[in-house]
């Protein structure tokens, strides 16, 4: 079986700069993989390459095994694209929009009126079928756009931030229909937004500044980054002396203070290696007599590795 | 074929649901009644034969007549193209499995249907006529023809023009712009004195090939010269939609 998107060497120029440089990456056939990034980063460019609508400088996409450039069209059949910016007809009734796009699609004209009301159904649209595009919020012309994306039975989704202006209760709905259509369905899902990444795809392609800087699992993203380990600790005493003496404990890198509050001092200490120093922590505060009032190890986020990943580089 | 049936169709809904379409018709109806009222000032007079004068004078006798294709063509186009770049929306379109080619024809069809039925719409002027005189059918019809072979070619114009810019109101501009050197073409004739020459601009005039339709000759050539000035525009706006740097 072909892999669902296969992107080699894919290099985009502009007049003005480089948006993407010599990227490279797969999604397998059934997989749900996160493309992540800073605002700027290249993703948008990406994705429409991917679906054809732009042409890269050089580079190779296939799709399910076609190349983009030579089977455009038999690839525009096989992906659902949601676009960034949401422009729909706004004369057009909903119900009417998604016909005439399932017909664009290629949905047969007797299983049309029963596909587009599938389509409702998953995208919550059922209560307002006949209501104007161009009279719809924000989050309902989203839902719309998704609609739209699945009316022709795609195989490969490629959304691109398909969650941006949704309110909470509708992000946690939409993020459950990926998840569902992820069993049977692979998606390709841009986004800023990093929970989202977390819990809805299996792996991650991390693009900044038109570069590729990690496709790993969010699980083995974070495991990365455990090599450092930050620990926070409140400590009643003179700032200046909580600095230097935290510093001599071993196996710390670095102190940041945090602020302080009611003579305590927070500071945040990095530390690498192995070495626990939350007991050497303990001892120096009971030497120096200094009242201790919290200590705590922080979990890395994906957060974390994607602050690291995309200023660090 | 079933694509470009289901673009044309939405074409059409979106003129139907546009005041522009609205807007265009009444200003359209306005002058051609206007022509109506002038030709029928001219056939008071008794000496006048009606088959002979009617069609000559209303296709393309008449100042309104051209005034009437010059605003209404760059109008019905104005948006197809640019509108769809300035909301984005052509991302949606030319992501669908659709060939651009279905696209520029369904943008030039939906706008040269509106034209055509408001030209229909002046089939009443002559229905009245002929319960108050008997006169030949033929240059009319002829005359339709060629009114809507013209109107044709200026409205791939228009596609052109409104696939070159976001901007509705400079798509319009450009048409307008084009649509008039396409007209004063003929003017050229006056400072010409070599024959050959003289000739080639008037085979090129837009103006000079409509007076056959309007005189109830069947020319193959001015209706080869609207189609395959048509087919170039066309041409010309699918590679436009196909460069990448001029899609959105």
């Known amino acids: 079986m072909p892999l669902a998107i296969e992107v080699t060497g894919l290099t985009k120029r502009y007049d003005t700069g480089t948006a993407l440089d010599d990227i490279a990456f797969s999604v397998q056939p059934g997989e749900i993989m996160g493309f992540l990034g800073p605002n700027g980063a290249g993703k948008t460019t990406a994705l429409r390459i991917l679906t054809g609508m732009l042409a890269p400088t050089s580079g190779t996409v296939r799709i399910d095994g076609l190349d983009v450039a030579d089977k455009t069209l038999e690839v525009r059949r096989r992906i659902g694209y949601m676009p960034e910016n949401v422009a729909l007809y706004p004369e057009l009734r909903i119900q009417e929009y998604l016909h005439y796009r399932a017909q664009l699609k290629g949905v047969p004209g007797v299983e049309r009126r029963r596909r587009v009301q599938e389509v409702l159904e998953q995208c919550a649209l059922t209560d307002v079928p006949r209501k104007l595009i161009g009279r719809l919020s924000k989050g309902y012309r989203q839902r719309v756009a998704l609609a739209d994306c699945l009316v022709g039975k795609p195989r490969i989704l490629i959304l691109d931030e398909p969650t941006v202006g949704l309110d909470p209760h509708q992000i946690r709905q939409t993020r459950e229909l990926i998840t569902q259509l992820g069993r049977t369905t692979t998606i390709l899902l841009s986004t800023h937004i990093l929970p989202e990444v977390e819990m809805t795809c299996q792996r991650v392609t991390i693009i900044n500044q038109g570069r590729i800087v990690a496709v790993d699992t969010p699980s083995q993203l974070r495991q990365r980054m455990q090599g450092t380990t930050v620990v926070r600790v409140e400590l009643k005493a003179e700032p200046s002396a909580v600095q230097h003496a935290l510093r001599q404990l071993p196996g710390v890198v670095q102190v940041s203070l945090r602020g302080e509050q009611q003579g305590y001092v927070a500071c945040e200490l990095q530390t690498v290696g192995e070495a626990d120093v939350r007991e050497a922590l303990y001892q120096l505060a009971v030497a120096q007599r200094w009242p201790l009032r919290e200590l705590t190890q922080s979990r890395v986020s994906l957060e974390d590795v994607f602050i690291h990943l995309t200023t660090h580089e | ?248």
Not at chain 2, 12 to 30: C, D, E, H, M
């Open chain 2, 1 to 248: 074929m079933n694509n470009l049936f289901a673009l044309t169709a939405r074409e059409l809904k979106s003129l139907w649901y546009s005041p522009v379409l609205y807007v265009v018709g009444a200003i359209f109806l306005l002058l051609q009644g206007l022509v109506f009222w002038l030709l029928i000032l001219l056939l008071i007079d008794p000496r006048v034969d009606p088959s002979w004068t009617m069609a000559q004078f209303f296709f393309g006798g008449s100042f309104f007549y051209w005034f009437a294709i010059l605003i209404i063509a760059p109008l019905l186009t104005m948006r197809t193209f640019s509108e769809e770049k300035r909301t984005g929306s052509i991302e949606f379109l030319l992501t669908a499995p659709v060939t651009d080619m279905q696209v520029v024809l369904s943008k030039f069809l939906g706008a040269w249907a509106a034209y055509i039925v408001l030209w229909a719409a002046t089939a009443a002027y002559f229905l009245v006529l002929r319960m108050l005189t008997p006169f030949d059918w033929g240059p009319v019809l002829t005359g339709y023809l060629g009114t809507w072979l013209l109107g044709g070619a200026l409205i791939a114009v228009g596609v052109l023009a409104s696939s070159l810019t976001r901007n509705q109101v400079i798509a319009a501009m450009l048409s307008f712009v084009a649509v008039l050197v396409l007209f004063s073409v003929g003017i050229l004739d006056v400072f010409v004195k070599d024959p050959e020459a003289s000739k080639l601009i008037q085979y090129c005039s837009f103006m000079e090939h409509l007076r056959a339709f309007s005189k109830g000759i069947l020319d193959t050539r001015p209706i080869m010269f609207y189609l395959t000035f048509t087919g170039i525009c066309l041409f010309l706006t699918q590679r436009v939609i196909a460069n990448p740097r001029w899609r959105s």
